[in-house]
T-cell receptor
Framework: AQSVAQPEDQVNVAEGNPLTVKCTYS??????LFWYVQYPNRGLQFLLK??????LVKGSYGFEAEFNKSQTSFHLKKPSALVSDSALYFC?????????????FGAGTRLAVHP | EAQVTQNPRYLITVTGKKLTVTCSQN?????MSWYRQDPGLGLRQIYY???????DKGDVPEGYKVSRKEKRNFPLILESPSPNQTSLYFC????????????FGPGTRLTVL
């Protein structure tokens, strides 16, 4: 079965410091992996995705994610956090063919960036 | 503007009174789905649709119905709402499965008294 796990409910970071939001996956075959962000009182927005190719994927708002096959991880990173990055972040496995038709989200990690 | 719209955005109703939450996308997307978001439980998929007239259950389908008569619309129907269906609901669509990102609606906050 396909699954993703986000081991941290909350991550606290000081503004200007680097941030990491963790995600590990269990996926059959070559994984497609996504990150979405939910700002307060808003719907989810796409941040970035890994399909194939370079292990370091760059996305919106200065975020990037590193795909690590040996550790089955896809951690979200940003070199310098902003207060406006405070939001709920979800790692996800998209619907696929071959019976894996459902989009699967992690439980979410709340990022709090303090001034 | 490419978007997913949901209506209503907020709804307070009473137990047993049938309601429909509409979802529409203007991107000619094939895949559409509904989620509910509850504190501590994250996002859970209710139903999804691979294309017109093709729907299937997600993880929490009990108490909900959907239909996909047109490609752009995917309404969520609560035939007899109960208080445990009080939640924040999101509709989403994507061009297809696999590498395509999901586009989410703004959400519908439903309270069932």
């Amino acid at each position: 079965a396909q699954s993703v796990a986000q081991p941290e409910d909350q991550v606290n970071v000081a503004e200007g410091n680097p941030l990491t939001v963790k995600c590990t996956y269990s996926v059959s075959g070559n994984p497609y992996l996504f990150w979405y962000v939910q700002y307060p009182n808003r719907g989810l927005q796409f941040l970035l995705k890994y399909i194939t190719g370079d292990n370091l994927v760059k996305g919106s708002y200065g975020f990037e994610a590193e795909f690590n096959k040996s550790q089955t991880s896809f951690h979200l990173k940003k070199p310098s956090a902003l207060v406006s990055d405070s939001a709920l972040y979800f790692c996800a496995v998209p619907p696929l063919s071959g019976g894996y038709n459902k989009l699967i989200f992690g439980a979410g990690t709340r990022l709090a960036v303090h001034p | 503007e490419a978007q997913v719209t949901q209506n209503p955005r907020y709804l307070i109703t009473v137990t047993g009174k049938k309601l429909t939450v509409t979802c529409s996308q203007n991107m000619n997307h094939e895949y559409m789905s509904w989620y509910r978001q509850d504190p501590g439980l994250g996002l859970r998929q209710i139903y999804y649709s691979m294309n017109v007239e093709v729907t299937d259950k997600g993880d929490v389908p009990e108490g909900y119905k959907v239909s996909r008569k047109e490609k752009r619309n995917f309404p969520l129907i609560l035939e007899s709402p109960s208080p445990n269906q009080t939640s924040l609901y999101f509709c989403a669509s994507s061009l297809g499965i696999g590498e395509n990102e999901q586009f989410f609606g703004p959400g519908t906050r439903l309270t069932v008294l």
